[in-house]
């Protein structure tokens, strides 16, 4: 699909194509992300060629409701030792708000990713600036 729609890329789950497969079909130029949640899997997106990451869940997670949260979250201490393992820019996605957000970048995130904290909240552009706001205390 980002292919026909000439998209400058594309960000890439479990489920969907490997990195350099999508590397092939979108060229040299193309963004290409990859969702991890440990050491071992962003090493291996980095070595397969991948622009950035996406980790988590960082933390329990309302917009995902076929999972146990207790088990999927990887904590910032995960967020931490991929920092240390890669050297392309990652982000941290999963439960993500402006109280936790400083923490996430703290840990090594170079940014966060939300979807909960804004979508729900009752003043999207208020949390959206809250969210900016420890993204910034966290660097």
């Known amino acids: 699909i980002a292919r026909a729609l000439d998209a400058d890329g594309v960000h890439l789950g479990d489920d969907d194509l490997p990195v350099p497969v999508a590397r092939d079909l979108l060229g040299d130029d193309a963004l290409v992300g990859r969702s991890v949640s440990t050491v071992d899997a962003a090493r291996d997106a980095e070595a397969a060629g991948a622009d950035y990451l996406g980790v988590g869940a960082v933390f329990a997670t309302g917009s995902k409701d076929d999972i146990d949260d207790d088990e999927y979250a990887v904590g910032t201490d995960r967020v931490a030792a991929i920092a240390?393992?890669?050297?392309?820019?990652?982000?941290?996605?999963?439960?993500?708000?402006?109280?936790?957000?400083?923490?996430?970048?703290?840990?090594?995130?170079?940014?966060?990713?939300?979807?909960?904290?804004?979508?729900?909240?009752?003043?999207?552009?208020?949390?959206?600036?809250?969210?900016?706001?420890?993204?910034?205390?966290?660097r």
């Open 84 to 138: 240390e393992a890669v050297d392309i820019p990652f982000v941290g996605i999963g439960g993500i708000t402006a109280d936790n957000a400083t923490e996430v970048v703290e840990a090594g995130a170079d940014g966060v990713a939300v979807i909960t904290a804004i979508t729900r909240a009752e003043d999207p552009a208020a949390a959206t600036e809250a969210l900016h706001s420890a993204v910034e205390q966290g």
